[in-house]
């Protein structure tokens, strides 16, 4: 008698886009910020189908810095990129991307010879030398030879890249980016349209540009064949400038595009960052511009500011803050073992890492010789118990 049990065939293999994994958490897929430190903090990267908000820095050099890292990575993993800007050109901002090292991993500085390693015991002071190591960058020593660069450089389906920011994006590289630029500066400069294409808000001719460009990329899109998929990186910087005027409609235009555009973009293979000058915005508008996103970064520089000169910070160009994590396909989001953060650009790289202070090592300071001060704030507190009238 002849068995019903037939053999499966063998199974098609899913093949992910290039340059995105899934999450080891709740199997969403993730594609890099490219900037290594970022991507750990954020559990592993930005979801796709996910909108980021980037509040920025004062004068907004890190967080156009942030962006260029953002494209210059869709830029290495072969991604389709979308940008758009109503204060500059935004094909400089595409003509600025950075060149991926390919060699070595950008250093900190030398390395220490064998016997630095005792000098330093002996300059720091003994009730240091006991206490645990602390990895002041985000995502630990394993993390960074995980994404470290070979010899051989990176491969088509690598995740992350390391970028020199000293280098732009060769010329050759620039004219095979698949990259859509959507100028916004044209509603300011251009009198020869009727007044009626003129008053058209800046945010609902955006929305139109972006869903144009993401059309191709939508979950349901016609495939043809075995053709892999790929990532749309939209970028819009610096949205709700002055250059965006500030009237109150569009304030409400603002808000819906936030809505439409994240909508558009869960049904789609695409991430969308937008930088926002926070301090410029009001403050219900920006807190409903974060709600609104699934992952809000915020920059504050020391440029210009008392902490510019605190010998404590003298480190880091900036704090660093994450104000909300995504919650796709889950309960609950990805925290990082602290929030303290800060973040420093380097010669060539921008990272981020955890605040914390150093440890005095000057030999002027009076150090009491009896009772530490654990134990005085403990004899404080019994004595208040003791003075309280139960």
Known sequence: MASSFKKKGARAKNVLPTGTRPSVKNGQLLISTGIVSLDSLLGGGLAVGSVA??????????????????????????????????DQDPARLVKS????????????????ASGAKSDASMEI???????????????????RHKHAPSARGFGAGDFAHWFDVSKVLPEEKLQALKCTTVDLRADFDDDGVDEAEKNLPLYEELYQQVAAAAAPFAVNAARRGTERRSILRIVVQSMGSPYWTSTSPRWLSLIRFMQRIRSLLRNSYAVCLISVPGALLPGPV???????????????????????????LREYHGFFELRRQPRINSLTCTMPDALDLAFKLKRKNLVIEKLHLPPDLSETVNRSQG????????????KTLDALDF
């Open 125 to 143: 002071a003994w009730r240091y030398n006991n206490s645990p190591k602390i990895e002041s960058e985000v995502g630990g020593q394993s993390q």
């Open 97 to 112: 991307l950075y060149t991926v090292v390919t060699k070595d991993k950008p250093s900190a500085g030398k390395p220490k």
């Open 53 to 86: 908000l980037v509040d920025e820095d004062e004068h907004r050099a890190y967080s156009d810095t942030l962006l260029k890292y953002f494209l210059s990575e869709g830029a290495a993993s072969d991604h389709a990129i979308a940008v758009a800007s109503a």
């Open 371 to 382: 009772e530490s001060p654990v134990s005085k704030a403990k004899q404080a507190q019994r």
């Open 286 to 312: 920006l807190r409903r511009a974060e709600w609104l996103s699934d992952t809000v970064l915020g920059l504050s520089s020391f440029a210009g500011t008392s902490h510019e000169k605190n010998p404590a």
